[in-house]
């Protein structure tokens, strides 16, 4: 825990400062993206797909301008994973088989495990483009009015998104009284209890209360919150700005369209098929 | 709906955390417990909202893991709420799990049959590495016959694959369920009693809206199963355009007055309007209450004035920000706001509503010296500015003089204490040359927050200060000054990212809990239940130890019977001291205090102050206080050090600054 500390810390919720193309599209379209490419991926997850999918995250970020320093650093044992994996599958060996010089190296399995890598990588790198370009206050409008069409299905999608715009206000607070609960355990000595109480006793005597404490906490911001709801007259507008698609939305949404496709043709042709 | 979102955020928060950092996973087995809590408590629509909201916030931020995670745990903790909710017991939790396990199994197996390619993609993945592993077992002749036998098993498992999910996705949700079921428990047994904090409830009322004028004759209040009133009868009027002042000890029924005023029926006597209260209504009333964080709903400056208004309503956001000082600000992202800036908005968001009447239950009472001035700014004149009736409730000697009358609540005047307010004095020379050791040693001490990132803040630089045994230093500066940086490196719990920080001539990282710290929100301190375990489990003694709880509590000036009550019956002073005394029963090296008198009132404040006073002069304790207010910490902290923006302002440069 405490090495975790010394790394560079994770930032949540919060864009990559600066303002771009990518920057200004609309929170609902990039939501739309990212749905779109993660039913294709989920559907033909071939090489194909990955490669297109890939080389969209890279067109994106280089729009967006965002910084290396905007990845979070990557704890060492995941990288030694990986690296185990990768030995493991050559190991497991399989076609096609390279020549290298004099060697021959079979490497199927390590394009088998290179790809479901790879699949992982960019499903994740979509998502963190999302938070680093959207401003949280955008993401419940939008979704609002993504929602529009299932209010016909009785589903209450305008709570949702007030609960949604209220959960996005709440997180930054709750994280900060997180990080407070664990300073004050933290400082606390080590707890002496009478013999006959074994340490896993114990263990959770202390992850309840820390967890009561949380609750509790959360509780009293809720009924706080709750008071400031009343206070307004209940529910109603939560943006305000309009939350619709623009000029360049149904460009991206037109490009992103033309991906989707073209990866599933290329999938179905069987270009670096399953 | 706040409590949806509220659970929501905290589900979502734990599910991140349990992806992010290292090591946590065990704390997403916990989400259950939040969702478990709203089953138990609300209906099904509310827990459908909380886990979308929590969902897509886990998916914003940790991706479709963290999604996944936080679904999973909604379904099995809304699952065991419920059964909780029909008293069911375990046995009932353990038929559910396994019926909810089998369905959830069958489900993930159709998904995969109909994802077959990414199934394939993950099964030879899986396959690959096996093999692998297979074919290095297979090079030792030991372990040959054994590789083979696990290879053949293997790919059985992998040919029955589905049954193997049913069973797995099984196994898990009983698991999880038993988890959550055992941690839901002793979090309600915890929860009991805990005392309701909400206080407005919208009032069921129809025709026309018309608070003001309002006049009170005789109107009492007593809160159910109370022994005496909150509030005695009183007989006052509130007229359109008129600015009235409320004044009163803690415990004279100023908050109670306000509850009439939004709409509440009184106990006895009577009160009359024209029309409805018409609560957060157009041309309603109005409510700005004493918390700036929980005032502000919209993430958005802009978004968060017209939060709450009728759909379609058209709201000149600019002007209204611009009468509250706040202009040009509708991008800003409110968490950056602060507790001034914060109210400045709320009071924006209540006039969006254009009230009748506005109520401002001690709006400055969590803000500092800069922000209560702008605040008592924005109040001034707002009621001849709109025609309607402002009801402001203060603790404040200084903010009644902007209104137009004062009703003091309080019995006589010599019961009612009034806090004053203190101007800045100037800052002390800090290097004295005390004979005493030196206790914090602090030296070019620097600190940026998320450094390295694109997201790089800087919070302090370049502080360089002695505290030696027996100094009382108060540590002073506005808000996003670095002061509580700056406690939390001293208290070890930040490492700062240049220059050093000496406890004892130890780094203070390595000897956290050597200093001790009071944080602001007292109650995130108080982890156990009653008072004496919290001393206790805070001091490093067994709670059976009582001599030693009640000396403990009996230096902070607390009866030791309060040491079987419960944390949440405490009042907020006794909160504050009860964490000062068990963090001085481990004899700390020295007591860092932040912010210790906010939120306290009049009384409870010079209670506090007087205390801290004695102890540091009895005891020759080392004391460093954070503080915005200076009202009577002379006495207690002779050395002061302003902090603005990280940077030590420089003790001429400071004193002119004062002047």
Redesign the interface.
């Known amino acids: 825990?405490r090495a975790?500390?010394?790394r560079?810390?994770?930032?949540?919720?919060?864009p990559?400062?600066?303002t771009s193309v990518i920057h200004r599209l609309w929170a609902g379209t990039k939501l739309i993206v990212v749905f779109a490419v993660?039913l294709v991926?989920?559907?033909?997850?071939?090489w194909a797909a990955i490669a297109l999918t890939a080389a969209l995250v890279a067109v994106t970020v280089w729009l967006a301008r965002?910084?290396r320093?905007?990845v979070?650093s990557v704890?060492w044992?995941l990288w030694l994973l990986v690296l185990l994996?990768c030995?493991?599958?050559?190991?497991?060996?399989?076609e096609p088989v390279l020549h290298l010089w004099s060697a021959d190296l079979a490497v199927?399995?390590?394009l088998?495990?290179l790809?479901?890598?790879a699949?992982s990588l960019v499903?994740?790198a979509?998502?963190?483009l999302?938070?680093w370009t959207?401003?949280?206050?955008d993401?419940a409008p939008a979704?609002a009015t993504l929602g529009r069409p299932f209010r016909k299905l009785r589903i209450?999608v305008d709570?949702?998104a007030?609960?949604?715009?209220?959960?996005?206000?709440?997180?930054?607070?709750?994280?900060d009284?997180?990080r407070?609960?664990n300073?004050?355990?933290?400082?606390?000595?080590?707890?002496?209890?009478?013999d006959g109480r074994t340490t896993r006793r114990r263990w959770s005597s202390e992850?309840?209360?820390?967890?009561?404490?949380?609750?509790?906490?959360?509780?009293?911001?809720?009924?706080?919150?709750?008071?400031?709801?009343?206070?307004?007259?209940?529910?109603?507008?939560?943006?305000?700005?309009p939350s619709r698609p623009r000029g360049a939305d149904w460009v991206a949404l037109g490009i992103c369209a033309v991906l989707c496709v073209l990866a599933v043709y290329l999938?179905i042709r069987g270009v670096g098929g399953? | 709906?706040?409590?949806?979102?509220?659970?929501?955020?905290?589900s979502?928060?734990l599910a991140?955390?349990s992806v992010?950092?290292?090591?946590a996973g065990g704390l997403s087995l916990?989400v259950t417990?939040?969702m478990g809590?709203l089953g138990y408590r609300y209906r099904l629509?509310v827990l459908?909202?909380?886990t979308?909201?929590?969902c897509?916030?886990s998916?914003?931020?940790a991706?479709?893991s963290g999604f996944m995670v936080v679904l999973n745990c909604a379904y099995v903790g809304g699952m065991t709420g419920i059964i909780k909710r029909r008293r069911g017991g375990i046995a009932m939790v353990l038929a559910a799990s396994v019926v909810a396990g089998t369905a959830l199994g069958l489900w993930i197996v159709g998904v995969l049959l109909v994802?077959h390619?990414?199934r394939?993609?993950?099964f030879?993945?899986i396959?690959?590495?096996?093999?692998?592993?297979?074919?290095?077992m297979s090079q030792f002749e030991p372990f040959r016959q054994s590789a083979q036998d696990t290879r053949a098993i293997f790919d059985l498992a992998l040919q029955y694959w589905p049954v193997l999910m049913v069973a797995y996705s099984i196994f898990t949700i009983v698991l999880v369920s038993l988890v959550g079921w055992w941690?839901l428990s002793?979090?309600l047994d915890?929860?009991r009693g805990?005392p309701?904090?909400?206080?407005?409830?919208?009032p069921a009322e129809v025709g026309p809206v018309g608070p003001v004028p309002v006049a009170l004759t005789g109107a009492r209040f007593r809160y159910p199963d109370a022994d005496h009133d909150a509030l005695r009868p009183l007989t006052m009027t509130v007229d359109a355009g008129e600015h009235v002042a409320i004044t009163g000890a803690n415990g004279s029924g100023k908050t109670t007055l306000m509850l009439l005023l939004?709409g509440r029926q009184p106990t006895s006597g009577t009160i009359t309007r024209p029309g409805g209260v018409?609560?957060?209504?157009l041309g309603?009333t109005?409510?700005?209450?004493q918390?700036p964080?929980?005032?502000?709903?919209?993430?958005?400056v802009?978004?968060d004035?017209?939060?709450?208004?009728?759909?379609g309503?058209r709201?000149d956001?600019g002007t209204l920000l611009g009468e509250v000082g706040l202009s040009g600000m509708?991008e800003r992202?409110?968490?950056g706001l602060s507790g001034g800036e914060l109210q400045r908005l709320?009071v924006a968001?209540?006039l969006a509503?254009q009230p009748s009447m506005l109520i401002a239950d001690e709006i400055t009472s969590m803000v500092d010296q800069r922000g209560r001035d702008g605040l008592l700014d924005v109040l001034s004149g707002l009621a001849e500015r709109h025609r309607m009736a402002l009801v402001q409730i203060t603790h404040y000697n200084s903010e009644t003089q902007i209104a137009h009358r004062t009703v003091n609540l309080s019995d006589s005047v010599d019961n009612m204490v009034m806090v004053e307010d203190a101007a800045a004095p100037a800052p002390t020379v800090i290097q004295t040359s005390h004979s005493s050791e030196p206790v914090l040693q602090l030296a070019g001490v620097g600190h940026e927050?998320?450094?390295?990132?694109?997201?790089?803040k800087t919070a302090l630089d370049d502080v360089d200060f002695t505290v030696n045994e027996g100094d009382g230093l108060l540590i002073h500066g506005g808000n996003g000054s670095g002061k509580s940086t700056l406690a939390?490196i001293m208290?070890g719990?930040i490492?700062p990212s240049t220059g050093t920080c000496l406890v004892g001539g130890q780094p203070a990282a390595e000897c956290?809990?050597q200093v001790?710290?009071a944080?602001q929100?007292a109650?995130?301190?108080?982890?156990?239940?009653r008072v004496d375990l919290e001393v206790a489990?805070?001091?490093?003694?067994?709670p059976?130890d009582t001599d030693r709880v009640v000396a403990a509590l009996a230096t902070v000036g607390l009866d030791g019977s309060l040491a079987r009550r419960r944390v949440?019956q405490l009042s907020g002073g006794q909160m504050r001291r009860v964490v000062i005394a068990s963090l001085l029963a481990?004899s700390p090296k020295a007591l860092i205090l932040d912010e210790p008198l906010a939120g306290l009132d009049a009384v409870s404040r010079r209670g506090l102050l007087r205390l801290l006073t004695d102890l540091r002069r009895n005891t020759g304790l080392t004391l460093v206080v954070i503080s915005h207010d200076f009202a009577g910490l002379e006495e207690l902290c002779p050395r002061i050090l302003h902090l603005d923006k990280g940077t030590q302002l420089p003790v001429a440069a400071a004193a002119e600054g004062a002047l």
Request: no cysteine.
């Open positions: 825990m975790a500390r010394q560079r810390s994770v930032v949540l919720l919060r990559v400062p600066g993660s991926l989920a559907f033909y997850p071939g965002i910084p320093g905007a979070p704890p044992w994996g030995v493991t599958a050559t190991l497991g060996g399989g199927g399995g390590l088998k495990f790809r479901f890598t699949l499903l994740i979509l998502s963190a999302v938070s959207t401003n949280v206050a993401v979704v209450p709570d949702w007030v609960a949604l715009a209220l959960a996005l206000r709440a997180f930054p607070m709750l994280m009284e997180f407070l609960l300073a004050a355990r933290r400082l606390r000595p080590r707890p002496v209890l009478p992850l309840i209360d820390l967890l009561a404490a949380g609750i509790t906490v959360a509780l009293r911001r809720a009924d706080e919150m709750g008071d400031a709801i009343t206070a307004r007259g209940g529910t109603g507008q939560i943006s305000a700005a999938e399953v | 709906m706040a409590h949806a979102a509220v659970m929501g955020a905290l979502s928060a991140i955390l992010i950092v290292p090591f916990l417990v939040p809590l629509r459908l909202a909380a979308f909201a929590a897509t916030v998916f914003l931020i991706g479709i994802l390619r990414l394939t993609v993950t030879e993945a396959t690959a590495n096996f093999d692998g592993v297979m074919a290095v941690a002793r979090v915890r929860l805990i309701d904090v909400h206080k407005l409830d919208a939004s018409g609560l957060g209504q309603g109005a409510v700005v209450m918390h964080e929980s005032q502000v709903l919209g993430s958005r802009a978004d004035v017209v939060w709450g208004l009728p759909p309503t709201t956001v509708e992202d409110t968490g709320a968001g209540a509503r927050y998320f450094r390295g990132t694109p997201w790089a939390w208290a719990l490492t956290v809990g001790a710290i944080f929100a109650r995130l301190q108080l982890l156990s239940s489990s805070a001091a490093g003694f067994s059976h949440d481990r």
